[in-house]
């Protein structure tokens, strides 16, 4: 007979308690272990789906994500023109709060650059791409736009053709794509007084602007298939105007900079909160094994080998350690999809989690065990 | 048969002393008991006189100071002795019945006789169907399926007396086993060590402090400060 499974059956309360408490535990765990992956999968989102081999960014700074940068606006006809260099598309990308049916809506406005690029790379779930340079608008279904819905930005009216899904910048604010030309004027909408000042001086437009073409943040490079891109690259390079970087620049800048101390941070709750589960399943399993001294000396006393009280106090550690388990991860896929920011919760964080559960969960009973291995049979009599 | 018939626990000389914050306390100072198949051997005496710690050293919980234990004319324990090692002859050939009945409270009555069998790897099946047989000739084959805690004092130590008898084990030690029953409990239980002895040629031996039950031993050993009077 088993003796772990009889004890539980008979304590099912204290169990289901103690399932309940580690449950927790680990979903928290498994929510702040997918917490740090949804920021990194939110923070890489546009550098790994918008297919940019390398980016043109202002000379001397790491942008446009990990900081601010500003290129002319023409200069991706530039960019075209160096050899291995298949297509070029510019790139603007900016927080804006703007108002929608009344309520303050916080927003990242990403520049595709159309006709060259519609949007083709974004995830849609309803509506269509690009067709026009002018009015139109792709929200993530995280700022709560549908298809059809008007928008104020700036001085203008947009439509919101298309609605995508997973696309929220690393500050966990939805993107709107509008034309590179459409995120250029609503960037560039300034207040009255400015627009006075900015007519006193020489060169203004009558909106207050340069007479220029303006700039973008980046100029996105696609290279020919084939093409050495670090010889690209430093052709680019030596201008000496620009910084160019690759993808693998643009990842590392981001998770090694920007998200480097979150990234630490998080990874230390993750194992202090695995560290108290472990505490908890060791303790409960100790003050279980405790309660049972007197059956445990009887069952000494009756003969029964080290291995049946082995493997009662292991099973019921593991039996702990895997009911949490699985509570936990039912847990975590009905909870966390409804959070606001992206919990990602991948197999092999879960597969990493589980073997370190229940080799915390083992280890956790090798305390009671020592214990029970300690009693004496003649404790029957005490 | 053969092995009841020339099975004999016998303790001799037996001494035991413990160390008890820096000086000496003897619990026994010189015990000799002899088991036979059939018989039941009663201890009396006070409180304090040495009564459990001479079944203790009898039935392999504890090592004697000095003296030995022989069983079937081999010495199975002396000073020194591993008691771990001991556990294989003790779950073989010794029945445990204590004053409270000790009973497992997660498992049925059944299952409490189970066990011992099971820990001395006899299969599930057939060590089911043994222990609702003892549990019948004890008179509680009609609640091997209640827990400990459904059943009074006196049906638990008459399932501690079918764990004992589990293994058909050669000796039962007894200690204080009506000390928590009733009068009409109590008399039952020495009822069964009799028709046990009887029917099953088993050496009993019942330590009790209670001379009432005088008239059931075969033989009685006197103890009173760690010495047989």
Same mark, same amino acid.
């Given at each position: 007979m088993n003796l772990a499974i009889k004890d539980i059956r008979h304590n099912l309360l204290r169990f289901v308690l103690t399932v309940f408490g580690v449950?927790?535990?680990?979903?928290?765990?498994?929510?702040?272990?997918?917490?740090?992956?949804?920021?990194?999968?939110?923070?890489?989102?546009?550098?790994?789906?918008?297919?940019?081999?390398?980016?043109?960014?202002?000379?001397?700074?790491?942008?446009?994500?990990?900081?601010?940068?500003?290129?002319?606006?023409?200069?991706?006809?530039?960019?075209?023109?160096?050899a291995? @260099?298949?297509?070029?598309?510019?790139?603007?990308?900016?927080? +804006?709060?703007?108002?929608?049916?009344?309520?303050?809506?916080?927003?990242?406005?990403?520049? @595709?650059?159309?006709?060259?690029?519609?949007?083709?790379?974004?995830?849609?779930?309803?509506?269509?791409?690009?067709?026009?340079?002018?009015?139109?608008?792709?929200?993530?279904?995280?700022?709560?736009?549908?298809?059809?819905d008007e928008i104020r930005l700036g001085r203008d009216t947009y439509t919101i053709v298309g609605v995508a899904t997973g696309? @929220?910048?690393?500050?966990?604010?939805?993107?709107?794509?509008?034309?590179?030309?459409?995120?250029?004027?609503?960037? +560039?909408?300034?207040?009255?007084?400015?627009i006075l000042l900015n007519r006193a001086a020489k060169g203004k437009t009558r909106m207050g602007l340069g007479d220029d073409t303006g700039s973008v943040a980046a100029v996105i490079v696609e290279t020919l298939p084939g093409a050495d891109k670090e010889v690209v690259r430093d052709t680019i390079k030596r201008w000496g105007d620009v910084e160019v970087l690759t993808k693998q620049d +643009?990842?590392?800048?981001?998770?090694?900079?920007?998200?480097?101390?979150?990234?630490?941070?998080?990874?230390?709750?993750?194992?202090m909160t695995l560290l108290i589960c472990c505490a908890v399943i060791a303790l409960t399993i100790y003050t279980m094994t405790i309660e049972k001294v007197a059956q445990i000396a009887l069952l000494k006393l009756i003969g029964a080998r080290d291995r049946v009280i082995i493997g009662m106090i292991a099973q019921q550690a593991g039996l702990i350690g895997f009911c949490g388990l699985v509570l936990a991860i039912a847990i975590s896929f009905t909870i966390y999809p409804r959070f606001p920011r992206? @919990?990602?919760?991948?197999?092999?964080?879960?597969?990493?989690?589980?073997?370190?559960?229940?080799?915390l969960s083992l280890a956790a009973s090798w305390f009671a065990i020592r214990r029970a291995l300690a009693v004496r049979a003649q404790e029957v009599l005490a | 048969m053969s092995k009841r018939r020339l099975a004999a626990l016998e303790v001799r000389n037996a001494s035991k002393v413990y160390d008890s914050g820096g000086s000496q306390v003897t619990a026994l100072a010189a015990g000799s008991l002899t088991l036979s198949p059939g018989a039941i051997t009663g201890i009396v005496g006070p409180s304090g006189s040495g009564k459990t710690t001479l079944l203790m050293i009898a039935g392999l919980l504890e090592t004697p100071t000095t003296g030995e234990v022989l069983f079937d004319g081999k010495v199975i324990s002396r000073p020194?002795?591993?008691?771990?090692?001991?556990?294989?002859f003790r779950r073989t050939h010794l029945g445990f019945v204590f004053q409270k009945a000790n009973l497992i409270p997660f498992l049925t009555a059944a299952e409490n006789v189970a066990i011992a069998m099971q820990v001395n790897d006899v299969g599930r099946q057939k060590a089911q169907e043994r222990a609702g047989r003892l549990l019948s000739a004890l008179g509680m084959g009609h609640r091997g399926s209640n827990y400990p805690s459904q059943l009074s004092g006196?049906?638990?130590?008459?399932?501690?007396?079918?764990?004992?008898?589990?293994?058909?084990?050669?000796?039962?030690?007894?200690?204080?086993?009506?000390?928590?029953?009733?009068?009409?409990?109590?008399?039952?239980?020495?009822?069964?060590?009799?028709?046990?002895?009887?029917?099953?040629?088993?050496?009993?031996?019942?330590?009790?402090?209670?001379?009432?039950?005088?008239?059931y031993f075969d033989s009685t050993l006197e103890l009173e400060d760690g010495r047989a009077r």
């Open positions: 449950g927790l535990l680990m979903a928290a765990t498994i929510g702040m272990l997918g917490m740090y992956r949804g920021i990194v999968y939110e923070a890489l989102v546009v550098i790994d789906g918008i297919g940019a081999d390398l980016w043109v960014v202002e000379g001397g700074k790491s942008g446009p994500f990990a900081e601010s940068s500003a290129v002319p606006a023409n200069l991706d006809r530039r960019v075209a023109g160096v291995g @260099v298949a297509a070029t598309r510019r790139f603007i990308q900016y927080n +804006q709060q703007f108002q929608f049916d009344g309520l303050p809506l916080r927003m990242s406005i990403t520049g @595709v650059d159309f006709p060259s690029d519609s949007g083709s790379w974004i995830p849609l779930i309803a509506g269509r791409y690009f067709q026009s340079n002018r009015y139109e608008a792709i929200a993530d279904k995280t700022l709560g736009l549908v298809v059809g696309q @929220v910048d690393m500050g966990g604010d939805g993107l709107l794509f509008v034309t590179i030309a459409d995120a250029q004027v609503i960037n +560039q909408l300034l207040p009255s007084e400015a +643009q990842e590392t800048l981001l998770l090694d900079g920007r998200l480097g101390k979150l990234r630490v941070q998080i990874l230390a709750f993750t194992t992206t @919990v990602l919760i991948t197999e092999s964080d879960l597969g990493v989690l589980s073997a370190v559960l229940m080799a | 020194g002795a591993k008691l771990n090692e001991l556990r294989a006196g049906e638990q130590q008459r399932v501690s007396i079918a764990r004992a008898l589990a293994n058909d084990p050669t000796v039962i030690l007894a200690d204080e086993p009506t000390a928590a029953l009733d009068g009409q409990r109590a008399e039952m239980v020495m009822k069964v060590f009799r028709h046990l002895a009887d029917s099953r040629e088993v050496a009993i031996c019942v330590v009790t402090h209670d001379t009432r039950w005088i008239s």
